[in-house]
């Protein structure tokens, strides 16, 4: 049964760089592609990025391409989102999901609630 635990959550001034972790337990990753949501209060959940199982596929939303980077280490179980030139609005919770893949793609809705991380929380802001 596979958990997933974000971190590396935090204040970060506009243009500061932060990296989240998307820790694994209970299962490996090996298996899943895992995708980065966020949701800033008021706010509907937003898909940032995903990366597939054996790394063939990312995917960003068009606000953050270029500025975040997600990769995975499947020794350490765990994958990351790499945050760089951060802007306010990029303040939110951030969550990590196991998600299923169609032709190596991730699918980035319908998720089952078991299959979401609790969040960490950016905060950018001066």
């Known amino acids: 049964q596979l958990q997933l635990v974000e971190s590396g959550g935090g204040l970060v001034q506009p243009g500061g760089s932060l990296r989240l972790s998307c820790i694994a337990s209970?299962?490996?990753?090996?298996?899943?592609?895992i995708g980065w949501f966020r949701q800033a209060p008021g706010k509907d959940l937003e898909a940032v990025s995903c990366?597939?199982?054996?790394?063939?596929?990312?995917y960003y939303v068009n606000s953050v391409k270029g500025r975040f980077t997600t990769s995975r280490d499947n020794a350490k179980n765990t994958v990351y989102l790499q945050m760089h030139s951060l802007k306010p609005e990029d303040t939110a919770v951030y969550y990590c999901?196991?998600?299923?893949?169609?032709?190596?793609?991730?699918?980035?809705?319908?998720?089952?609630?078991?299959?979401w991380g609790k969040g960490t929380l950016v905060t950018v802001s001066s």
């Open positions: 990366i597939s199982s054996s790394d063939v596929s990312t």
């Open positions: 209970g299962s490996t990753l090996d298996y899943y592609a």
């Open positions: 999901a196991a998600v299923s893949t169609v032709q190596g793609m991730c699918v980035m809705h319908g998720i089952p609630e078991d299959y």
